[in-house]
């Protein structure tokens, strides 16, 4: 199957500082990636919608100054999360959808952030 | 209104019986999709099974299959023969072609937490 990548698995960051994550899919082209984020225990809320070449698409109540999204390739997709916060402490996972319309998303493996 | 609901946050079942996770859903569009994700404990979302809301049969991809109540609303996963491997987190998950999150972002239900026991 078509697989996603994601940079880093972890990271633990201080309260204030910028944080990037990466999203690449490996084997496919991705017109169309998301984010999302799963709180422990909890199920995953999307946060954005990231299409190549163009502004990311964030559903309400998401911060787009917060969560910059840059998907400047067909195979790459960055969240970037601006002056982090402790409650910014998460698992952010991305998917991809591959082009041509297929109907499953990838997921990438996830990213555990830890804001101190 | 909840857009997908998964009623059982946990289930205990003996390795080899068959296993139903419930899912209903909620929409307005006439054309939408359904998911079954898998969610092991490494935190990774596992691709399981499809349901296309026009297909005619119920979805099949060898041990799961998809029990497709259109009139109901429900969409419910039956695992067959399980297996100690299957212990994680199910996710039932629908994409709406209008009314949906971004283009054919996934709205997540809060999940089941299966765990077989030998």
């Known amino acids: 199957g078509a697989v996603v990548s994601q940079h880093p698995s972890r990271v633990i960051c201080k309260s204030g500082t910028s944080v990037k994550i990466e999203c690449r899919s490996l084997?496919?082209?991705?017109?169309?990636m998301f984010w999302y984020r799963q709180f422990p225990k909890q199920s995953l809320m999307l946060m954005a919608t990231?299409?190549?070449?163009?502004?990311?698409?964030?559903e309400q109540g998401v911060e787009k100054d917060k969560f910059l999204i840059n998907h400047a390739s067909l195979t790459l997709s960055t969240l970037t999360v601006t002056s982090a916060h402790p409650e910014d402490s998460s698992f952010y996972i991305c998917?991809?959808?591959?082009?041509?319309?297929?109907?499953?998303?990838?997921f990438g493996p996830g990213t555990r952030l830890t804001v101190t | 209104a909840q857009k997908i609901t998964q009623t059982q946050p946990g289930m205990f079942v003996q390795e080899k019986e068959a296993v139903t996770l419930d899912c209903t859903y909620d929409?307005?569009?006439?054309?939408?999709?359904l998911f079954w994700y898998k969610q092991p404990s490494s935190g990774e979302m596992i691709f399981l099974i499809y349901q296309g809301s026009y297909d005619q049969q119920n979805a099949t991809e060898g041990r799961y299959s998809l029990n497709f109540q259109k009139a109901r609303k429900s969409a419910n996963l039956v695992i067959s023969a399980s297996q100690l491997g299957d212990s994680a987190m199910y996710f039932c998950?629908?994409?709406?072609?209008?009314?949906?999150?971004?283009?054919?972002?996934?709205?997540f239900g809060k999940g089941t937490h299966l765990i077989i026991q030998p």
């Open positions: 990231s299409n190549e070449g163009s502004k990311a698409t964030y």
């Open positions: 929409t307005s569009d006439p054309s939408y999709g």
């Open positions: 998917s991809a959808r591959a082009r041509g319309g297929r109907r499953e998303q990838y």
């Open positions: 998950a629908m994409r709406e072609a209008y009314s949906g999150g971004g283009a054919d972002g996934l709205t």
């Open positions: 084997d496919f082209q991705a017109t169309t």
